[in-house]
């Protein structure tokens, strides 16, 4: 890394990995986020670079009292790069209140690959979201003009809400995945077709030149299996981080 810098409770550390992409990982010292927390993230990655960017653990949203807890990141990507965002899993606790933004700047040529998962209470734990506030964004921009812009939003008593058909099917994991870059068909293709004979409920489309995967699971490791396969579809300039190897 030419210039990092460090505030606070978030550090970074760029780890070499010569035979796969490098990982920058992002970690949160504090151990998660609760109100009125503000964690900033400005990155900015130059031409002809390889990189996944990610996180040395879950993140974690916890109980609110008032404000809510907030982060940003930015993200600059220069021509010719191939750079993947894949933080590993949000969990969405009771009472968590979270103002979550990303935003990636893109030129013509850049590849840009990115998953979030957010996990709204661990089943497995018996862990009911009876209240709480999310108000999460994606927008990507290419050459300084708006490519694609992605709000979601959902509060109250949102173990309710996700039950109705309408909203998540009763499934309490939601994954967003976007790609923007060469071979964008090709790609909506291979997922299609994997689609196909896929147990997973996801739907796949292109918007704006952004390729766009949205889906519900009740299981983290069907999440989990599903992006070992995706990412291959990608081929040899994005892999899972290493970090991912549970």
Partial sequence: MKLHREQGNLKARLIRNYSINDDLIIINTAGGLTSGDVNFNSIKISNDVVLNITTQSMEKVYKC?????????????????????????????????????????????SNFFAVETLIFGRKAMGEIVKSGELDDALQIYKNNKLLYSDFNKIEGNIDKKILKSLVSKGNNIFCNIVYTGKKMRIYEKQISKYADKS??????????????????EKNINDIRDFLSDLVKIFGKNFNLPRIWSF
């Fill in 199 to 216: 147990k997973h409920f996801f739907g796949v489309s292109i918007v704006n030149g952004v390729l766009l995967l949205k889906i519900l």
């Fill in 65 to 109: 009292k008032n404000l809510l807890a907030h982060t940003y990141t930015n993200i600059t990507i220069g021509s010719d790069s191939y750079v993947s965002w894949m933080p590993l899993e949000t969990i969405f606790f009771n009472g968590g209140k979270l103002r979550r933004r990303l935003n990636i700047d893109l030129k013509t040529s």
